[in-house]
């Protein structure tokens, strides 16, 4: 975005630029979740953080295909969002002196980012829905289908047995 002019003037602009976004923010947890494999204790949490970190891999190829579809330029723009979770992430989990607790605090840290892209791609499903390309909202459904599954997963290991052995 210009500091001068408002380049994003039209709905099918807004959708480009949010494809943009959610592709930086992709590649940025690609990077991320290798790292967050590697300090989980638990091993169920870790394998689903590198089960994660195949599934994002697609995420950035199918956003690539949608790009492509709809006729854009391939290209990331800065996402501070996810920049400032990845931050916080490596923050708290830097002040965490008990690795179960850390594992604790690495579901929190990876269901910020979850949640961050299931808000995302929800609304670029709709748009893309609206400018009549219910093609990329197919392609686009895929990856929020894999991101609710996701969070849902770090749901039921928390509850399941990390709080507790967290807590104990
Ligand atoms: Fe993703
Ligand atoms: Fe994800």
Redesign the pocket.
């Known amino acids: 975005m210009g500091l001068f002019t408002k380049d994003i003037k039209t709905m099918n602009d807004l959708f480009v630029h949010q494809l943009q976004d959610i592709y930086y923010?992709?590649k940025q947890?690609t990077k991320a979740l290798p790292k967050m494999a590697e300090k989980a204790a638990d091993k169920e949490l870790r394998q689903g953080f590198l089960k994660h970190l195949d599934?994002?891999k697609m995420?950035v190829q199918r956003l690539e295909q949608v790009f492509q579809m709809h006729g854009a330029e391939i290209k990331a723009v800065t996402c501070p969002a996810i920049d400032g979770i990845i931050k916080e992430a490596d923050e708290t989990a830097g002040d965490v002196a008990d690795k179960r607790v850390l594992d604790a605090a690495l579901i929190n840290a990876a269901q910020a980012a979850e949640h961050y892209?299931i808000a995302r791609y929800g609304s670029l499903i709709a748009w893309a829905k609206q400018l009549g390309r219910n093609d990329c909202a197919a392609i686009l459904q895929k990856?929020l289908d894999?991101?609710k599954a996701t969070d849902q997963k770090l749901t039921a290991l928390a509850e399941g047995k990390i709080n507790l052995k967290a807590a104990s």
Do not use: P, V
Request: proline content about 0%.
């Open positions: 923010a992709e947890l599934e994002t995420h892209e990856t894999e991101e």
